[in-house]
């Protein structure tokens, strides 16, 4: 179900479609990866005008499609300056994400021990990611925050989830490497 129809959306689904039909999940996020970067610098591929309007109260996130066929799900994320996530997962599933507009600040986390109400975290990297970059998280290494790194610019992400992520746990410090875990029920914002 093509959620907004934008210049270049086929050929995006098409590509994404592609890459989905490898044979595990290594191969499909690799193949996303790739074909995330080269999509993301094809100019006949532009993501609609709204995913630029950033939020003043949270990042924005805007799903553009669903594939009824493949279950994987595509939202575009706009990230208003300083604007970020807590260390969070992906609720199981494999994402590739990759950087539309602007820069992004990444931090991966190991998980040093989990249980139902705490957990601990070492930061393990931190990068920053700009136009036509691409990276994929695969469980159980899929701990990380993001974080728009600018004053005064927007960033804008894509988003290619193994399915529709209506939830994940978030993890909020509790001091030195411990953090405490909940459960956040995650929405869509409105595609204007």
Known sequence: ML??????????????????????????TDALRSTLCRLIRDPE????????????????RRELYVSDRYGYCVVAMTWGPGQGTPIHDHAGMWCVEGVWHGQLEI??????????????????????????SAGSLIPPHEYHTIRNPSDDAVAVSLHIYQRQMTCCSVFQPLGQDRYARATRQLCLDKLD
């Open 45 to 60: 591929v532009r993501l609609p005008d709204c995913v630029l309007d950033a939020l003043p109260d949270h990042y924005a």
């Open 3 to 28: 959620t907004l129809d934008f210049p270049g959306s086929r050929k995006l689904i098409a590509a994404i479609d592609a890459a989905v039909a490898a044979p595990d999940d290594k191969a499909v």
């Open 107 to 132: 931090t991966q986390y190991e998980c040093l021990a989990a249980a139902e109400e705490c957990c601990r975290f070492r930061p393990v990297g931190t990068l920053t990611a700009g136009p036509g």
